[in-house]
């Protein structure tokens, strides 16, 4: 029986486990938004908000715990100075969790976790008639 037992093995050592929370958290501060399995994204959000909590409190012990668990000095430079500050009048809720469907590959579900300010912003495609018309033109 799993009573009270709470949260994702991932099918990993719990140090291998660790690394890897840590470096979706660090991906997630740095990027805004990753795409990963739906047990991840899961396992992530409640490490994600606790080091947000973190950065709002901004004191330096906040900022060393943060700085320990981070993977760059850059991210705990950004959670303090960018991400931290937009949050600073909610109570919570960071982050969301949006379902993306199944993976190609073996069937996983994907899922988006994402920050709650962040904003999705298109790629520019690049328009393949400027190249063929300039190859064209050296021709």
Same mark, same amino acid.
């Given at each position: 029986?799993?009573?009270? /037992?709470?949260?994702? /093995?991932?099918?990993?050592?719990?140090?291998?486990?660790?690394?890897?929370?840590?470096?979706?958290?660090?991906?997630?501060?740095?990027?805004?938004?990753?795409?990963?399995?739906?047990?991840? $994204?899961?396992?992530?959000?409640?490490?994600?908000?606790?080091?947000?909590?973190?950065?709002?409190?901004?004191?330096? $012990? !906040?900022?060393?715990? $943060?700085?320990?668990?981070?993977?760059?000095?850059?991210?705990?430079?950004?959670?303090?100075?960018?991400?931290?500050?937009?949050? !600073?009048?909610? $109570?919570?809720?960071?982050?969301?969790?949006?379902?993306?469907?199944?993976?190609?590959?073996?069937?996983? /579900?994907?899922?988006?976790?994402?920050?709650?300010?962040?904003?999705?912003?298109?790629?520019?495609?690049?328009?393949?008639?400027?190249?063929?018309?300039?190859?064209?033109?050296?021709?």
């Amino acid at each position: 029986m799993r009573h009270l /037992k709470s949260g994702s /093995k991932l099918g990993r050592n719990p140090w291998h486990r660790r690394a890897t929370l840590r470096n979706l958290v660090t991906n997630l501060f740095e990027h805004g938004r990753i795409k990963t399995t739906l047990t991840r $994204a899961k396992a992530t959000r409640p490490v994600a908000e606790k080091i947000i909590t973190l950065g709002k409190k901004d004191t330096l $012990a !906040a900022r060393r715990q $943060a700085a320990a668990y981070l993977m760059t000095p850059a991210m705990t430079q950004k959670l303090f100075s960018e991400i931290a500050p937009k949050f !600073a009048d909610r $109570a919570g809720g960071y982050t969301r969790i949006i379902q993306a469907g199944n993976r190609v590959g073996d069937g996983a /579900k994907v899922a988006i976790l994402e920050l709650v300010s962040y904003e999705f912003k298109k790629k520019e495609k690049k328009e393949k008639g400027k190249v063929a018309e300039a190859v064209e033109a050296k021709s």
